[in-house]
């Protein structure tokens, strides 16, 4: 019989069951439309079980031990295609248009997901070039692509991300490593992908799609970023997704019904006591909001041991005044016990059956032990824990559903089963976690509500381990989508949206976090916290500028800079230039004066400045102890440049000399702002990060955050991100008003200067430099602004000078 070598009239996709949720249905009726006379199959997962077991018997083994249900929906549809063919197409899938005259002469065809899906962290940790997308494949079948595919599946899924294991991380790695694929079509984006993940849209603000040429439009584009075939299920749901192991081995996977628990709870079935341990030292406002999420407690057996071994009495007063016997309260001297030990004896004092984890500053859903006691019971575990859990870094902005793995600090645990904590300071519980999986029964649920994880400024890991947990979250919310998600959060919880505004404030032991504001003031805050305008049209007159930059040691940079300059398509004749040179201990000052004629002849006209700063600082120039000494030395610098170069200019560009990037029209374009002062956006490296820090929004919290704790050598030094967001995350917007501006690119009207606006070299506001300067500008009566969609490209290559233009940290 002749091998087919065509595409068949075939559709499928799959679904846990045969009721696909109503979100997708209409997108489900879109491909049956389109395409009538197909034939069209849903695949249960009972289905697609069977089939593997009947037509892939060996694969057997692998697609039972998947710890992630994302996996076996993934590898399912490469063997539905190799035994079938057909199409497959995920539930999020919209048809557009009859796929026929693309499939029309092809034996398979893939499609990249977009380009900016590569900029993503997950993608960028991995170097991807490009991504080739599973939610639409269409192959003949037996195509030799799929013998391949299912070898590498056999390699790959001991991987513990799906994107890697199954998913398109993986079917972009085997088409690259192919020996022989066959022949196989790769269709771009506008075909099939033409529309970017919510999460690539809010870090990138790409274009949006252009769909004339396209046959289909994932909606969850990239749903790796943002998991929309896997969401998680609020804990009231009576059905709670789960997977089970048996020392280490995979069990058992599915959903439970919540309510069959309830009922034989209500029916007097016995509800085994726990114990929640919280171990906690001077932070009595966090802890009691912890408290509070036990007291909110459904499950009734419970109760909650303290430790505290702080010199504070606040939270034993508290605790004392709640007069609730459930809380056991136990002080220990300040000895410095680490961590490991602490737990230890919050274990020994604990009188329950069961004792649960209950770090004091992590937030609870109510329904936390009732569901995972419910698990327990349901499933006849030892041990529950959850497979994913949420994310919040208040001093961001941001909240985001984990990774899938098993979170130690979500651990529901039979006490006769916990194995010892060792005496770490940090990371105690992670070998605990792993011993009561690798000698029990273990059930993780995927609820991932039920437990938040509070980033902030104390925890016991440093920011770089949030920072890698946040890179690979899946979904991330922000802005308003930010604020929608924790008022939804706030009504869940026992808390006032007020604790939440207030919630980065709650790190300092003894502060009370309320303010009486209510949920819409909060949600009206959190709405309008970005002022922006459209970016307006270029002026047809072409003002008077003066471009000023303060160099030192930068020899290697002045060619590059001056080349810049050159390539604007400003009238050079309307640009006058002045140059301040100092302290270098390279040939700065000879590169300059070499250059000075050609340079006369070029522009309007042009001020060369020698000043000797003498400041030599002791350390490296990022370090906190040099910054004030290092800025206002810049400051004084700017301020020499500008009165000895300043006269008739309408306008005042600051250009840094080792800028290496920005468009021929960056004048015209900062002047159509129409704005007293307004900067580009200063990145490192095209549609990067931010670089330049100083230019910063205050978050809507800011006002309520504790800033002197900041304060050094009389200048405000917060870390990166505390109550202060950047361009990178509002590049959505044209036009922003801005709190403080970066010197890296600045535009400043020259009247401004001249009525007295400088650059402080003294604490002014407990702010210098640039950031003083914008502070100075706000109380003469101007606004600062910024065009977060002007990129000028700042790489990091500066050595330590203290008249350098202002150091990437806020």
């Not at 999020?92 to 002469?105: H, K, N, Q």
């Not at 513990?160 to 199954?166: E, G, I, K, V």
Request: a negative charge.
């Amino acid at each position: 019989m002749a091998e087919q070598r065509s595409i068949p009239a075939l559709i499928h996709q799959t679904w846990r069951d045969m009721n696909v949720p109503a979100r997708w249905r209409k997108w489900v009726d879109s491909w049956q439309r389109h395409h009538p006379g197909w034939d069209y199959r849903l695949w249960t997962d009972a289905d697609s079980r069977s089939f593997i077991a009947e037509h892939y018997s060996w694969f057997v083994p692998i697609y039972d031990s998947y710890p992630d249900p994302v996996m076996r929906a993934d590898a399912i549809r490469y063997f539905l295609l190799d035994h079938f063919g057909g199409v497959y197409v995920e539930l999020d899938v919209e048809c557009l248009r009859p796929v026929g005259e693309l499939l029309t002469g092809r034996e398979l065809v893939l499609g990249c997901e977009p380009s900016v899906h590569t900029r993503l962290p997950p993608a960028r940790q991995r170097g991807l070039e490009r991504i080739v997308g599973n939610a639409f494949i269409a192959s003949r079948p037996g195509h030799p692509f799929w013998a391949h595919a299912h070898r590498e599946l056999v390699r790959t899924h001991r991987l513990p991300s799906s994107l890697d294991a199954s998913g398109p991380f993986f079917l972009t790695h085997a088409l690259e490593c192919a020996p022989d694929p066959g022949p196989i079509a790769l269709v771009g984006p506008e075909l099939l992908y033409p529309k970017a993940s919510p999460y690539a849209k809010g870090l990138f603000a790409p274009r949006e799609p252009n769909l004339d040429q396209a046959y289909a439009v994932h909606h969850g584009a990239g749903s790796w970023a943002v998991e929309e075939s896997w969401a998680s299920r609020p804990s009231s749901d009576k059905t709670v997704r789960f997977w089970s192991s048996q020392d280490e081995r995979p069990l058992a996977d599915g959903a439970f019904d919540l309510d069959d628990q309830r009922h034989r709870w209500a029916r007097g079935a016995p509800a085994p006591s726990v114990s929640c341990l919280m171990v906690t030292k001077d932070r009595p406002s966090l802890a009691q909001r912890a408290i509070r999420c036990f007291l909110a407690q459904t499950y009734p057996s419970k109760e909650l041991v303290v430790v505290d071994d702080g010199p504070s009495d606040a939270l034993e007063q508290f605790v004392r005044d709640l007069g609730d016997e459930r809380i056991r309260f136990h002080r220990l001297p300040p000895a410095g016990q680490p961590l490991g030990a602490l737990r230890n004896i919050a274990v020994d004092r604990a009188r329950g059956t069961y004792v649960c984890q209950w770090d004091d500053d992590d937030l609870y859903d109510p329904e936390r032990i009732e569901v995972q006691m419910a698990a327990i019971l349901a499933l006849g575990a030892q041990a529950c824990f959850l497979a994913r859990q949420q994310l919040w870094r208040p001093a961001r902005g941001e909240l985001a559903i984990s990774h899938v793995r098993v979170w130690e600090g979500t651990m529901l645990c039979a006490k006769g089963a916990l194995p010892r904590y060792p005496p770490q300071r940090r990371g105690e519980d992670t070998p605990v976690a792993a011993g009561i999986i690798s000698s029990g029964r273990v059930v993780c649920v995927d609820t991932p509500e039920l437990c938040t994880y509070v980033c902030h400024e104390n925890n016991t890991f440093e920011p770089s381990h949030f920072e890698r947990i946040f890179d690979v979250a899946p979904k991330v919310w922000r802005g308003n989508d930010y604020a929608e998600r924790l008022l939804a959060m706030a009504a869940r919880l026992p808390l006032a949206p007020a604790d939440l505004v207030h919630a980065e404030t709650s790190t300092d032991a003894g502060t009370d976090a309320s303010t009486g504001m209510d949920t819409e003031s909060f949600r009206s805050r959190r709405a309008r916290w970005v002022i922006s305008e459209p970016a307006g049209a270029p002026m047809p007159e072409r003002p008077s500028v003066l471009v000023l930059t303060p160099v030192k040691d930068a020899a290697r940079f002045v060619p590059g800079y001056l080349d810049s300059l050159r390539a604007l398509d400003y009238p050079h004749e309307a640009i006058s230039l002045g140059l301040i040179e100092g302290d270098s201990r390279d040939d700065t000052w000879d590169v300059l004066q070499r250059a000075l004629p050609e340079l006369e002849q070029q522009y309007r006209r042009v001020t060369l400045v020698r000043h000797h700063a003498g400041v030599r600082l002791p350390g490296q120039r990022w370090e906190p102890g040099v910054q004030r000494e290092r800025r206002s030395a810049l400051a004084r610098v700017r301020n020499h440049l500008l009165s000895s170069a300043l006269t008739d200019e309408q306008w005042v560009l600051w250009i840094d000399v080792d800028v290496t990037s920005y468009p021929p029209d960056l004048i015209q374009r900062l002047l159509a702002a129409r704005k007293d002062i307004v900067v580009p956006h200063c990145v490192s490296e095209p549609d990067g990060p931010t670089y330049d820090l100083n230019t910063f929004l205050l978050r809507p919290e800011a006002a309520a955050l504790d800033w002197g704790q900041w304060v050094r050598d009389g200048i405000l030094q917060p870390p990166k991100g505390f109550g202060r967001a950047y361009l990178d995350e509002l590049r959505a917007h044209e036009l922003v008003r801005v709190d403080s501006v970066g010197g890296t690119v600045l535009l400043v009207r020259a009247d401004l200067h001249r009525a007295g606006l400088v650059f402080p070299p003294v604490p002014y506001q407990h702010l210098v430099e640039t950031e003083g300067l914008a502070a100075v500008a706000k109380d003469m009566g101007t606004t600062c602004w910024a065009l977060p969609k002007l990129e000028v490209v700042h790489p990091h290559h500066w050595s330590p000078s203290p008249s350098e233009p202002a150091t990437p940290v806020a």
